[in-house]
Structures are given as structure tokens and as C-alpha cells.
């Protein structure tokens, strides 16, 4: 027996089809309260990295490095800013 995986655009539109689609499993008693939870917070993860990504997408370009940042453990102390 063969299975065809089903792949998830990957796009805004992707994600709220492959939610949707999820909503309709639960409602319709083919999925389950744990499953459509799980799927949601892989949502709500997803959304935040492209949130993270966004945001330091408009740090890059107003001129802040975040290389010498992400080569080390220390992090970025909250309320400090280093441009140098």
C-alpha cells in the first residue's frame, strides 16, 4: 500500500488553509481536542519565528548586526542596544 504524503503550502495562506482544514477534522469528529491543539501551537510557532524574522529583517536594515550577536551565548541584554 502506497501513501501520498499531503505537503502544506508554505505560506500565510498554506498555514490558515492547513488550520482550517484541521477545525473541519475536529468539528467533524475526525481529529481529536489533543491533535487540533498541537497543531494550533505549531502555528502559533511558526508565526512567531516569521514575526522574529520580520523584525530583525527591519533591525538589519535600519543598520544594526546581529553577526557578532549570534556568534556568542551572551544574548542581548534587554533595554541595551550595541551598534558598534
Do not use: W, Y
Amino acid at each position: 500500500m502506497s501513501t501520498t504524503l499531503k505537503t502544506t503550502d508554505k505560506t500565510s495562506a498554506g498555514l490558515c488553509d492547513a488550520l482550517f482544514e484541521e477545525f473541519d477534522l475536529l468539528r467533524n469528529g475526525l481529529s481529536d481536542p489533543h491533535r487540533a491543539s498541537a497543531v494550533a501551537k505549531l502555528a502559533v510557532q511558526i508565526i512567531n519565528t516569521k514575526k522574529l524574522e520580520i523584525e530583525a529583517a527591519s533591525f538589519h536594515k535600519a543598520g544594526l548586526r546581529f553577526v557578532p550577536l549570534a556568534l556568542t551565548a551572551k544574548g542581548i541584554p534587554i533595554g541595551a542596544i550595541d551598534n558598534g
